[in-house]
């Protein structure tokens, strides 16, 4: 079982624009069924925790609302609205525990870390991520949610151009 951090980032190192754009990673191509895209990584996972923020951000962008079959943990303080059927738990725990009941559910299967960075940052400093994709795209933004805001060592265990996109995967190197 391998928790993954799987994200993309502009060349500087932001998932979102300040006020929680995506048109500039929406607007690159990217062949979904290419090195390291999302149907392949998709395939091996059991569960999948985010922070509120892009919660939200699904909800208001994925047509058809949200189309995820994997249990789903949505860090937030809030009471937010949760579709029919939709197999998500809102939660304030402490990530070790959150990651504990994540690895119930997934069985052999791995934990897809969606983001932000700052959440992401927890599960690291807990010592829970195992490795981490970031898909870069032909941007700069010069200031908005970063990818990963703390210092880690990483070894880049393998790399792919999948059109548009620069794709690292990197393993977290721990502390001996
Ligand atoms: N480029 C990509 O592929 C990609 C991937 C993922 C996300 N994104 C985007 O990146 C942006 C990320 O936004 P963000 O950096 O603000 O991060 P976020 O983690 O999505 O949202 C942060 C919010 O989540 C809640 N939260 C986070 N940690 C918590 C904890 N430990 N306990 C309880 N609540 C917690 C808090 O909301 P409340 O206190 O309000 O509940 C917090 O303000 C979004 O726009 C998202 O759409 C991009």
């Given at each position: ?35 390291m ?26 047509e058809g ?59 690291a400093?807990?010592g ?15 200031s ?7 210092a ?5 265990i393998d ?15 721990r502390?001996?």
């Amino acid at each position: 079982m391998t928790t993954h951090y799987y994200t993309a980032s502009s060349l500087d190192g932001f998932i979102a624009t300040a006020d929680h754009s995506l048109d500039w990673l929406l607007r690159q191509d990217i062949d979904e069924a290419g090195p390291m895209a999302y149907a392949g990584f998709r395939e091996g996972l059991g569960a999948m925790a985010m922070g509120a923020h892009t919660y939200e951000w699904v909800m208001r962008h994925d047509e058809g609302g949200w189309d995820y079959t994997l249990p789903a943990w949505v860090f937030t303080h809030r009471e937010l609205d949760i579709p029919d059927g939709a197999d998500i738990r809102l939660t304030q725990e402490d990530v070790r525990a959150v990651h504990g009941e994540m690895v119930g559910a997934a069985g052999d299967k791995d934990i897809w870390l969606v983001g932000g960075g700052e959440l992401v940052g927890r599960f690291a400093d807990a010592g829970l991520i195992d490795e981490v994709w970031i898909q870069y795209a032909p941007v700069t933004l010069g200031s908005g949610a970063p990818v990963l805001p703390r210092a880690l060592d990483l070894e880049l265990i393998d790399a792919a151009r999948n059109r548009n996109f620069l794709c690292g995967r990197y393993r977290v190197l721990r502390a001996e």
